[in-house]
């Protein structure tokens, strides 16, 4: 039998320990706040935007939310991230991606105050990720590693072959999977577009993790038997569906089931969790910067 991880039951019990530390942290007179800035109408962007208010709103987090015109110039978004990053009643910030070209993204990252860089790509904090110090872990790389942890996926001595070296996923987990911690010491093959004979790389892996944006890419020829896979991907194909597509991961889920010992569904996989890990580095952030101590599931 495989165990399809379900990623919508570990977020909401990680949510529902989030609450208990939202109401250690109101006893003690402070409410998490998270700020989102929204400089784009890409509707996929308003979408991500307004669920992570709303999940904000469920647990108990202040929810603020900015937009800019997108046609503004950048200097409005480096001052609202200014303004944010010196308001106390905000412990956590987040600029919603792609910003419009005319504004250098990785100057965005650089203006978010570290201590508030709840997405944790600011420099300074890769730079702790890598050194196995992490402020914060990104939040996608880390629900990964939380939902192996539920799911009692070994990572130690474990061969994990991640596909896509992204900085938002499978750089962050590669060097999250290395570090030496529970659930880390993995040795992890990294994998990309100029990869060879990737087949032989996810064939030879206890763990496989895709996140490539290629809808169904890997399949059960590629994975070996009790295989464990993890598929980040979240892909719109065309559908004959009201919304006239549907969405699909980066693994072929049928063929993989089969061989695989546990799987992760899309939707209802990585997504949920990515979503709850936000809220856990806003709580975590707010905790460090009012000095009140919270447990952390
Ligand atoms: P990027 O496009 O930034 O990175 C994709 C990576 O995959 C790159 O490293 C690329 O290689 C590699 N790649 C692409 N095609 C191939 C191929 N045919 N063979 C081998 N490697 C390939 O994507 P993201 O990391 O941002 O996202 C990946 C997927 O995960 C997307 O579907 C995205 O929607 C999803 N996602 C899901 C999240 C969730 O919460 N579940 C959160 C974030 C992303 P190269 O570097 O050489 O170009």
Redesign the pocket.
Same mark, same amino acid.
Not at 163 to 170: F, M, N, P
Not at 191 to 195: I, K, L, Q
């Given at each position: 039998m495989t165990d399809i991880i379900d990623g919508d039951a570990v977020a909401a019990e990680l949510r529902s320990d989030l609450r208990a530390s939202i109401e250690t942290l109101a006893d003690a007179g402070v409410r998490p706040g998270l700020a989102t800035v929204l400089m784009s109408d890409d509707p996929a962007s308003e979408t991500y935007v307004s669920m992570k208010q709303r999940d904000c709103e469920e647990v108990g987090i202040e929810g603020i939310h900015v937009e800019i015109d997108p046609d503004a110039p950048a200097e409005e978004l480096y001052d609202t991230v200014a303004d944010l990053n010196a308001d106390p009643e905000v412990h956590g910030v987040l600029v919603q991606m792609p910003v419009p070209d005319h504004v250098d993204d990785r100057e965005v990252v650089r203006a978010v105050d570290p201590q508030k860089d709840v997405d944790g790509f600011h420099p300074e904090n890769v730079g702790r990720l890598v050194a196995g110090n992490p402020r914060f872990k990104p &939040? @996608?790389p880390h #629900?990964v590693q939380k939902l192996l942890d539920a799911a009692d996926v070994e990572t130690e001595g474990a061969d994990v072959t991640i /596909?896509?070296? *992204?900085?938002?996923?499978?750089k962050p987990l590669a060097n999250l999977l290395v570090q030496k911690t529970d659930l880390g010491n993995a040795t992890v093959t990294l &994998?990309? *577009?100029? @990869?060879e004979d /990737?087949p032989a790389k996810t064939r030879d892996a206890d763990v496989v993790v895709?996140?490539? #944006? %290629?809808p169904e890419?890997i399949d059960g020829s590629m994975l070996a038997e009790g295989a464990v896979v993890v598929d980040?991907?979240?892909?719109r194909v065309e559908a004959d569906t009201d919304k006239g597509y549907e969405l699909v991961?980066?693994v072929e889920f049928d063929s993989a089931e089969e061989k695989a010992s546990a799987i992760t569904p %899309?939707p209802g996989?990585?997504?949920p969790? @990515?979503?709850a890990m936000l809220l856990y580095n806003t709580v975590a952030a707010a905790s460090r910067q009012t000095g009140v101590d919270v447990e952390l599931p």
């Open positions: &939040c @996608t #629900g /596909l896509g070296r *992204s900085d938002i996923v499978g &994998c990309h *577009s100029r @990869t /990737l895709a996140a490539a #944006g %290629v890419m980040v991907g979240i892909n991961g980066d %899309v996989g990585v997504g969790m @990515t979503r």
